[in-house]
């Protein structure tokens, strides 16, 4: 009786070691969060990363911040969340830049679809061919009837190497049978610049970025990059409504942390972007950058990824597309 009096008595104490060790344990997230960028500020990664710390840190109880780390192609930023500590605290708003372009054409540092737990999906923002309002080319037909006529004398603008505005310049290369020179910039806004000064001809930027020029009247939007129009640019035909079909590009935003963080945090953070994406003024926000809000769950928006992933790498091989 005393060995099994002695036995209880030690088996008590553990499981109240146990619950006071687990009731020690702070809630997540217990410090501010921060969400990597790899793009200039201004452009529409930011724009949508600002959104969803404005919205996130009132309900995390947090403060999170923005940090902008672009260049690379946007992997600079990747690469530092997948080097961040697996707590949860460091996440990234990434685009198909740099998970599922940039991995067939620069040498990585990281596996972004091992190195980074997908979130969730952001949005989707269709791509779209623009010039300066003070361009002569008023359309695709015009813009391709002058490339024809000066081979090799057009440069097209791109958030960088590998960036969906790269691919989606020379997949119309291809599709049209033409020769534009690539001019790649650290992000979208100072691609905006030179576009506007006329320094490069024209832009297959996202909506997203390209958006505000375009209502400010700076932006002549050509064509939009998708197999519809945008509600957002009812009058701009597509690619394809104007004879050129196989060079459609979108460009789609997702939220990563660290690979390894615990499963409780992802799933707060899979949470509070899931209500992020219902509230209407983010919907408002989002549908005015010319794009739809993410709807897939995590595990779906991973499966996304590697197929995305699979699918640029064959257009890269198709298109010729190398490091410059």
């Known amino acids: 009786m005393?060995?099994?009096?002695?036995?209880?008595?030690?088996?008590?104490?553990?499981?109240?070691?146990?619950?006071?060790?687990?009731?020690?344990?702070?809630?997540?997230?217990?410090?501010?969060?921060?969400?990597?960028?790899?793009a200039s500020?201004?452009?529409?990664?930011?724009?949508?990363?600002?959104?969803?710390?404005?919205?996130?840190?009132?309900?995390?109880?947090?403060?999170?911040?923005?940090?902008?780390?672009?260049?690379a192609s946007n992997t600079i930023a990747g690469e530092l969340?997948?080097?961040?500590?697996?707590?949860?605290?460091?996440?990234?708003?990434?685009?198909?830049?740099?998970?599922?372009?940039?991995?067939?054409?620069?040498?990585?540092k990281y596996d972004p679809l091992k190195?980074?737990?997908?979130?969730?999906?952001?949005?989707?923002?269709?791509?779209?061919?623009?010039?300066?309002a003070?361009?002569?080319?008023?359309?695709?037909?015009?813009?391709?009837?002058?490339?024809?006529?000066?081979?090799?004398?057009?440069?097209?603008?791109?958030?960088?190497?590998?960036?969906?505005q790269h691919v989606g310049g020379e997949a119309f290369n291809l599709a049209t049978g033409m020769k534009s020179i690539h001019v790649p910039y650290k992000g979208s806004s100072q691609a905006h610049i030179d576009?506007?000064?006329?320094?490069?001809d024209m832009m297959f930027d996202s909506t997203s970025s390209a958006m505000g020029q375009i209502k400010a009247g700076k932006f002549r939007a050509l064509a939009v990059s998708a197999p519809q129009r945008s509600p957002e640019l009812p009058d701009v035909p597509t690619l394809a409504e104007q004879g050129i079909k196989g060079a459609d590009v979108s460009t789609w935003y997702g939220l990563y942390v660290t690979a390894g963080t615990p499963r409780p945090a992802v799933e707060r953070l899979n949470a509070e972007l899931?209500?992020?994406?219902?509230?209407?003024?983010?919907?408002?926000?989002?549908?005015?950058?010319g794009g739809e809000p993410g709807t897939l769950t995590g595990e779906a928006f991973a499966a996304m990824?590697?197929?995305?992933?699979?699918?640029?790498?064959?257009?890269v091989r198709d298109a010729n597309i190398k490091a410059e």
Not at 274 to 289: C, G, P
């Open 115 to 132: 190195d980074l737990q997908p979130i969730g999906l952001v949005a989707v923002m269709p791509n779209v061919l623009v010039v300066s």
């Open 274 to 289: 899931v209500r992020t994406l219902k509230l209407a003024d983010v919907q408002t926000r989002i549908k005015a950058l």
């Open 2 to 38: 005393k060995l099994s009096f002695l036995a209880r008595a030690a088996s008590m104490a553990a499981l109240a070691l146990m619950a006071a060790t687990a009731g020690a344990q702070p809630a997540y997230p217990d410090k501010p969060l921060r969400i990597m960028v790899g």
């Open 134 to 164: 003070s361009s002569p080319y008023k359309s695709v037909k015009d813009l391709v009837a002058a490339m024809g006529a000066k081979p090799g004398g057009f440069k097209y603008a791109s958030s960088g190497i590998g960036s969906t």
């Open 305 to 315: 990824n590697r197929q995305e992933f699979d699918h640029y790498g064959q257009l």
């Open 81 to 108: 969340t997948a080097r961040a500590a697996a707590d949860g605290t460091t996440l990234l708003l990434a685009t198909n830049t740099a998970q599922a372009v940039a991995p067939h054409i620069l040498k990585l």
């Open 41 to 71: 500020p201004g452009g529409g990664t930011d724009i949508l990363a600002r959104v969803l710390a404005d919205k996130f840190a009132p309900v995390l109880k947090q403060p999170v911040t923005v940090e902008n780390r672009p260049g």
């Open 195 to 200: 576009i506007i000064g006329g320094e490069v």
